[in-house]
């Protein structure tokens, strides 16, 4: 049984990695990047003075450092409490990420910020906060079982072929729609970072928009059709909804009257919008049978 003090740490990190992905989104926004054009020590300290774009650049590595020390701890506690495989070996994964994206960070200032690595960094970035945001639902939804038999049942009395088939059918509906959601939500986030880093893909960028909200829509359709018994369904979907409205409004600002606040804040609300969906693409697999 996973303790509440390590529950709670697993929302500690995805604070702390939130913080880590708005500072990124800060470097870009303010192009802060090659502030300091060395790596790993930035003019040969690891506290140099912070004034101008190094404040942006050298706070964002020691925020990620902070991040990759806690997610050593988060790996190691994991490993020896949680029970179920996936989460057993969850934070190790984290770690991995956590450690490509440092690396892939500290090349791309090595390398002047080539759009390649500058994209890969931005969209890893994304991947990493996601898996620590589902390390958390793993933790917190563990405690939340679902309702057997009627989470996935359709209540509405139509003509079902047998109850297990009905039943089949609605989990794969579901689960298929959380994955198709995603991807276009991390597809979207790459376009997106490809508009940022080299100002190309903008109409790309309002189409993915149009899908993302089409899929959520259709998601939440979905939740509240088959699923809408088991919170760990129904209000990450509803908060997806909102998130994505959200990130309509933002976008639309940073495209017709574009500051760092705003490009920041758009940028940090696609990652939340990664994380809600991955939750819930995890969660349609790990909640039925």
């Known amino acids: 049984m996973i303790s509440r003090r390590l529950r709670l740490y697993t929302l500690f990190m995805v604070v702390a990695t939130f913080c880590l992905v708005i500072a990124g989104d800060l470097v870009t926004s303010t192009g802060s990047a090659l502030a300091v054009p060395y790596w790993p020590l930035s003019f040969g300290q690891l506290f140099p003075p912070m004034v101008g774009g190094v404040f942006y650049e050298h706070g964002h590595r020691l925020v990620a450092m902070a991040v990759g020390l806690l997610t050593i701890i988060l790996a190691f506690w994991l490993w020896f409490q949680a029970e179920e495989p996936l989460l057993k070996k969850a934070g190790w994964i984290a770690l991995a990420l956590v450690c490509a994206q440092g690396v892939l960070g500290g090349v791309t200032v090595l390398l002047k910020l080539p759009a390649v690595t500058s994209i890969g960094h931005a969209c890893l970035g994304q991947v990493c906060f996601s898996w620590i945001s589902c390390i958390a639902a793993m933790a917190w939804s563990a405690s939340y079982p679902a309702v057997s038999g009627k989470v996935f049942l359709n209540p ?15 989990v794969k509906r579901l689960r298929r729609l959380a994955l198709l959601t995603t991807a276009l939500v991390f597809l979207q986030l790459v376009i997106g970072a490809i508009y940022r880093h080299i100002g190309i893909l903008l109409h790309l960028h309002f189409l993915g928009a149009a899908l993302v909200f089409i899929h959520g829509v259709l998601l939440y ?14 209000r990450p979907t509803a908060c997806l909804m909102g998130l994505i409205v959200i990130q309509i409004g933002l976008g639309l600002c940073t495209w017709q009257y574009p500051t760092v606040l705003d490009a920041t804040a758009h940028a940090a609300t696609g990652a ?9 693409s995890l969660e349609s697999f790990r909640r039925v049978a």
């Open 272 to 280: 939340l919008i990664l994380a809600t969906s991955s939750v819930l």
């Open 156 to 170: 509405a009395p139509v003509a079902l072929p047998a109850g297990k088939e009905a039943h089949e059918n609605d």
């Open 221 to 234: 359709t979905r939740v509240k059709k088959s699923a809408a018994e088991d919170i760990w369904f129904l």
